[in-house]
T-cell receptor, first 112, second 119 residues
Framework: SQQGEEDPQALSIQEGENATMNCSYK?????LQWYRQNSGRGLVHLIL?????REKHSGRLRVTLDTSKKSSSLLITASRAADTASYFC????????????FGQGTRLTINP | GAVVSQHPSWVICKSGTSVKIECRSL??????MFWYRQFPKQSLMLMAT?????????EQGVEKDKFLINHASLTLSTLTVTSAHPEDSSFYIC???????????????FGPGTRLTVL
């Protein structure tokens, strides 16, 4: 079953603008990960943020994690056409078997 | 990061035939492997988890007799779709993690996926 929900489901912005995607989840986690997937292709790992971390940066990406609200956000700054893709959050739960469970994803379109 | 490969990358088969998909961890020992299925424009749905040398654990609603998983070694897992039907057409993605390293923060590595089309 899906662990998380993401919003928005689809986002379309102009090149150069910032894009923010949100992810909410239900159970306690060890870590939360963000992935990108271009149409019909495999997953690209973007960032892993641990449950004891609140913010993490990687290039133009900024991820926040609020475990009290069970939510995370992914910010892409100065977006480029090449950022057009689907973005998924995935949670690694504390209880039970270690396995990543994916959110529904956000389809991001960057218009040139 | 570590590399996970899948073979084949795509396959077309006739309804009623069986298809085997291989997943290999190339530079690490995958103590646990996962199989996901993704329908067009949807998210990844976990099908099953397998630990080397033991039976796979299937998610609710996944038929274990239809989707046979074998994790015979620390670097290879196979998914066999038996008696495939058009509704089994999907993108199948395997993933692997080395549970012996990294504790609860170890990363899960993904293969490039296999696109199955059943005619």
């Amino acid at each position: 079953s899906q662990q998380g929900e993401e919003d928005p489901q689809a986002l379309s912005i102009q090149e150069g603008e910032n894009a923010t995607m949100n992810c909410s989840y239900k159970t306690s986690i060890n870590n939360l990960q963000w992935y990108r997937q271009n149409s019909g292709r495999g997953l690209v790992h973007l960032i892993l943020i641990r449950s004891n971390e609140r913010e993490k940066h990687s290039g133009r990406l900024r991820v926040t994690l609020d475990t009290s609200k069970k939510s995370s956000s992914l910010l892409i700054t100065a977006s480029r056409a090449a950022d057009t893709a689907s973005y998924f959050c995935a949670t690694d739960r504390i209880q039970g078997a270690q396995k990543l469970v994916f959110g529904q994803g956000t389809r991001l379109t960057i218009n040139p | 990061g570590a590399v996970v490969s899948q073979h084949p990358s795509w396959v077309i088969c006739k309804s009623g035939t069986s298809v085997k998909i291989e997943c290999r961890s190339l530079d690490f020992q995958a103590t646990t492997m996962f199989w996901y299925r993704q329908f067009p424009k949807q998210s990844l749905m976990l099908m099953a988890t397998s630990n080397e040398g033991s039976k796979a654990t299937y998610e609710q609603g996944v038929e274990k007799d239809k989707f046979l998983i074998n994790h015979a070694s620390l670097t290879l897992s196979t998914l066999t779709v038996t008696s495939a039907h058009p509704e089994d057409s999907s993108f199948y993605i395997c993933s692997a993690r080395d549970r012996t390293s990294g504790g609860p923060y170890n990363e899960q590595f993904f293969g490039p996926g296999t696109r199955l089309t059943v005619l």
